[in-house]
C-alpha cells in the first residue's frame, strides 16, 4: 500500500491516540495553533506576515523558524498591558536573539537572562540593563561580576554560596545590587518532571519548608551590600491548571509576611516566573494573558488582604508564551514511507536538532502540508527527521492529506520556545535560520548555519 495512493491508509486510523481527534478537513488551520497573520491562500498555499512559505523556501531554504512579527509584538503588548502597574520579564532562554531583543524592549518588556550568553546578547541589543534579571543556580563570579557591572535590575540569588559571592564582589565595588529570593514552594506542578521546578527535590532556589528560603531573606537583610526587593517563586512550565500557582503565591506570601513580621520589611516586589502553558496541538486550550493576571492579582490581593501585607508589585516572567505560538518551523519533505499498514513515516530535512522536544520531553506537536491544499482523505502520519536515531521525531502523531509527497513543504506550528534555543548540531546538520515576516518583507535575524561554522570551531 502507497501512502500516495489518497485514502489508502484511512483504516489506520485506529492507530491514533485517544486524544487525537481527524479533521473534518486537513487543510484547516486552527486559530489556537498558528501565528495570527497565517493563513491558507485560495491556491491552498500558506502565507505569513504577506509572504507565502513557497516564496519563502525558495528564497531562504529549509528547514526555517519562520517568526510572525506582528504575532510576537501583539503577544508582548498583550502581557505588558495586562500587568500594566507591574513587570513582564520575557525569559530569553525561550529564544535568544538580538533582534527579538530589541523587540521585546521596545514593546515595553523587561527581560529575563540565565546565564552570561543571554545577558551579553540582551546588552549587545541594547536592552536597559535596569530592565534585566539575571537568573541562575549555579552563576559563575564572571556572570555575577558583568551582572553587577552592568547594572542590571535584579539578580535572583538561588544559594547560600551565591550570596556570599555576591556580597563580596558588591562590597569590593561599592555598589548595592538588587536582589530576589528564589523560593522552593513545594507545588507539584502538573507538567513533565523535568521542566517542573518547585517541588522540593530539585536544584533550584531556597526550601520554604526547611526554612532556608527565610534564613537566605534573613542573611541579605542584614546584609548591606545587597538590597532585598522580593521573593521570587518559579513552578514549572508548560502549565495550564492555575491551581499551581495560586498555592505557590499563597505559600511565598506567607513567607512575604513572616520577613515583615520577624525583620519589619514589607518587601516592594513579588515574581510569580513563567511556565503559562500554550497550544501544540487541537488539545491545548491555553488562557489568555488578561485572564491569568487577572487571576493571579486576585489571588495575590486576597492573600495580602488576609494577612494585612500592602499588595507587593507583581512581575512575572513567561517565555514560551510569548515567542511559543508566534513561531513555526519550515521543513521540506525528502521521503514518505508506509510501515506496514501501522503509520506512514514522512521524513523532512530537520528533526532532533531543531526541535528536541518531542524526544526530550515526550512533546505532542501537529503539522500541516504547507504549500498547497489536499483533497485527499487524511492518513495517520509521524513526521520524522533525518537524523540517524530512531527517536528522531517531531510531531508524533497529525493527520495529513493522504497524498503528502516530497518536495512538499510542511509546517510545524508553535516551534518558538525551546526549538531554536535547544537547538544542536547533532550529525553535523547546520541550525536553520530564523526569518522574521511582517508587512511583506522577510528579514534574516539568525542566519542559517553553514558547515563552514562547523568546520570553523574544529580547529584539530
Ligand atoms: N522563569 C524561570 C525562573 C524559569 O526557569 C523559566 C523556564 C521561565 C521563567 C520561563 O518559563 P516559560 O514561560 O517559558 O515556560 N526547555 C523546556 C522548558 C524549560 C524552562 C526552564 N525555565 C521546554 O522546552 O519545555
Given at each position: 500500500m502507497s501512502a500516495h495512493e489518497a485514502g489508502a491508509l484511512h483504516a489506520e486510523i485506529g492507530h491514533a491516540p485517544v486524544w487525537l481527534r481527524q479533521p473534518a478537513d486537513v487543510n484547516t488551520l486552527l486559530p489556537q495553533l498558528w501565528p495570527r497573520t497565517v493563513e491558507r491562500g485560495a491556491d491552498g498555499v500558506l502565507s505569513v506576515g504577506g509572504r507565502t512559505v513557497r516564496e519563502l523556501a525558495e528564497e531562504y531554504g529549509t528547514p526555517a523558524y519562520v517568526l510572525d512579527e506582528v504575532d510576537f509584538r501583539a503577544r508582548c503588548r498583550e502581557w505588558r498591558d495586562a500587568f500594566a502597574g507591574g513587570e513582564v520579564h520575557?525569559?530569553?532562554?525561550?529564544f535568544c536573539c538580538k533582534a527579538v531583543v530589541r523587540i521585546v524592549a521596545e514593546e515595553g518588556l523587561s527581560l529575563d537572562v540565565c546565564t552570561g550568553g543571554e545577558l551579553a546578547v540582551a546588552l549587545a541589543a541594547g536592552m536597559p540593563a535596569g530592565r534585566i534579571a539575571l537568573h541562575g543556580n549555579n552563576k559563575s563570579v564572571a556572570e555575577l561580576t558583568r551582572a553587577i557591572e552592568a547594572g542590571v535590575g535584579r539578580i535572583v540569588v538561588d544559594s547560600f554560596d551565591e550570596i556570599d559571592r555576591l556580597t563580596a564582589l558588591a562590597r569590593a565595588r561599592g555598589v548595592r545590587p538588587r536582589v530576589m529570593v528564589r523560593v522552593t514552594a513545594g507545588v507539584e506542578a502538573h507538567t513533565h518532571e523535568f521542566i517542573a521546578t518547585a517541588h522540593e527535590d530539585q536544584k533550584f532556589g531556597f526550601s520554604l519548608a526547611s526554612g532556608a528560603a527565610a534564613k537566605a531573606a534573613s542573611r541579605i537583610l542584614h546584609e548591606d551590600a545587597l538590597e532585598l526587593v522580593g521573593l521570587h517563586s518559579h513552578i514549572g512550565s508548560q502549565i495550564f491548571d492555575t491551581s499551581g500557582f495560586e498555592i505557590s503565591a499563597r505559600r511565598v506570601l506567607s513567607l512575604h509576611a513572616a520577613i515583615r513580621d520577624e525583620h519589619g520589611v514589607e518587601l516592594p516586589e513579588l515574581d510569580l516566573g513563567g511556565g503559562y502553558g500554550i497550544a501544540y496541538t487541537s488539545q491545548d486550550t491555553p488562557s489568555t494573558a488578561a485572564d491569568l493576571a487577572a487571576g493571579l492579582r486576585k489571588i495575590v490581593a486576597e492573600e495580602c488582604g488576609l494577612r494585612n501585607l500592602a499588595v507587593p508589585r507583581l512581575s512575572v516572567e513567561p517565555g514560551r508564551a510569548i515567542v511559543g505560538p508566534a513561531v513555526f518551523t519550515l521543513y521540506e519533505v525528502g521521503t514518505v514511507k508506509d510501515v506496514d499498514g501501522i503509520r506512514t513515516y514522512v521524513s523532512v530535512d530537520g528533526g532532533m536538532s531543531d526541535n528536541i522536544r518531542t524526544a526530550l520531553y515526550n512533546a505532542h506537536y501537529s503539522a500541516t502540508v504547507a504549500g498547497r491544499a489536499s483533497s485527499a482523505p487524511p492518513i495517520l502520519a509521524r513526521v520524522v527527521g533525518k537524523h540517524c536515531e530512531s527517536g528522531d521525531i517531531v510531531v508524533q502523531d497529525e493527520f495529513l492529506?493522504?497524498?503528502?509527497?516530497?518536495?512538499d513543504l510542511l509546517a510545524v506550528p508553535?516551534?518558538?520556545?525551546y526549538c531554536r534555543s535547544m537547538a544542536s548540531n547533532y550529525n553535523h546538520v547546520p541550525r536553520p535560520p530564523v526569518l522574521a515576516v511582517a508587512g511583506g518583507v522577510a528579514r534574516v535575524i539568525v542566519r542559517r548555519e553553514t558547515e563552514d561554522d562547523l568546520l570553523a570551531l574544529d580547529v584539530g
Amino acid at each position: 500500500m502507497s501512502a500516495h495512493e489518497a485514502g489508502a491508509l484511512h483504516a489506520e486510523i485506529g492507530h491514533a491516540p485517544v486524544w487525537l481527534r481527524q479533521p473534518a478537513d486537513v487543510n484547516t488551520l486552527l486559530p489556537q495553533l498558528w501565528p495570527r497573520t497565517v493563513e491558507r491562500g485560495a491556491d491552498g498555499v500558506l502565507s505569513v506576515g504577506g509572504r507565502t512559505v513557497r516564496e519563502l523556501a525558495e528564497e531562504y531554504g529549509t528547514p526555517a523558524y519562520v517568526l510572525d512579527e506582528v504575532d510576537f509584538r501583539a503577544r508582548c503588548r498583550e502581557w505588558r498591558d495586562a500587568f500594566a502597574g507591574g513587570e513582564v520579564h520575557y525569559a530569553s532562554k525561550a529564544f535568544c536573539c538580538k533582534a527579538v531583543v530589541r523587540i521585546v524592549a521596545e514593546e515595553g518588556l523587561s527581560l529575563d537572562v540565565c546565564t552570561g550568553g543571554e545577558l551579553a546578547v540582551a546588552l549587545a541589543a541594547g536592552m536597559p540593563a535596569g530592565r534585566i534579571a539575571l537568573h541562575g543556580n549555579n552563576k559563575s563570579v564572571a556572570e555575577l561580576t558583568r551582572a553587577i557591572e552592568a547594572g542590571v535590575g535584579r539578580i535572583v540569588v538561588d544559594s547560600f554560596d551565591e550570596i556570599d559571592r555576591l556580597t563580596a564582589l558588591a562590597r569590593a565595588r561599592g555598589v548595592r545590587p538588587r536582589v530576589m529570593v528564589r523560593v522552593t514552594a513545594g507545588v507539584e506542578a502538573h507538567t513533565h518532571e523535568f521542566i517542573a521546578t518547585a517541588h522540593e527535590d530539585q536544584k533550584f532556589g531556597f526550601s520554604l519548608a526547611s526554612g532556608a528560603a527565610a534564613k537566605a531573606a534573613s542573611r541579605i537583610l542584614h546584609e548591606d551590600a545587597l538590597e532585598l526587593v522580593g521573593l521570587h517563586s518559579h513552578i514549572g512550565s508548560q502549565i495550564f491548571d492555575t491551581s499551581g500557582f495560586e498555592i505557590s503565591a499563597r505559600r511565598v506570601l506567607s513567607l512575604h509576611a513572616a520577613i515583615r513580621d520577624e525583620h519589619g520589611v514589607e518587601l516592594p516586589e513579588l515574581d510569580l516566573g513563567g511556565g503559562y502553558g500554550i497550544a501544540y496541538t487541537s488539545q491545548d486550550t491555553p488562557s489568555t494573558a488578561a485572564d491569568l493576571a487577572a487571576g493571579l492579582r486576585k489571588i495575590v490581593a486576597e492573600e495580602c488582604g488576609l494577612r494585612n501585607l500592602a499588595v507587593p508589585r507583581l512581575s512575572v516572567e513567561p517565555g514560551r508564551a510569548i515567542v511559543g505560538p508566534a513561531v513555526f518551523t519550515l521543513y521540506e519533505v525528502g521521503t514518505v514511507k508506509d510501515v506496514d499498514g501501522i503509520r506512514t513515516y514522512v521524513s523532512v530535512d530537520g528533526g532532533m536538532s531543531d526541535n528536541i522536544r518531542t524526544a526530550l520531553y515526550n512533546a505532542h506537536y501537529s503539522a500541516t502540508v504547507a504549500g498547497r491544499a489536499s483533497s485527499a482523505p487524511p492518513i495517520l502520519a509521524r513526521v520524522v527527521g533525518k537524523h540517524c536515531e530512531s527517536g528522531d521525531i517531531v510531531v508524533q502523531d497529525e493527520f495529513l492529506p493522504g497524498d503528502v509527497q516530497p518536495g512538499d513543504l510542511l509546517a510545524v506550528p508553535a516551534t518558538g520556545a525551546y526549538c531554536r534555543s535547544m537547538a544542536s548540531n547533532y550529525n553535523h546538520v547546520p541550525r536553520p535560520p530564523v526569518l522574521a515576516v511582517a508587512g511583506g518583507v522577510a528579514r534574516v535575524i539568525v542566519r542559517r548555519e553553514t558547515e563552514d561554522d562547523l568546520l570553523a570551531l574544529d580547529v584539530g
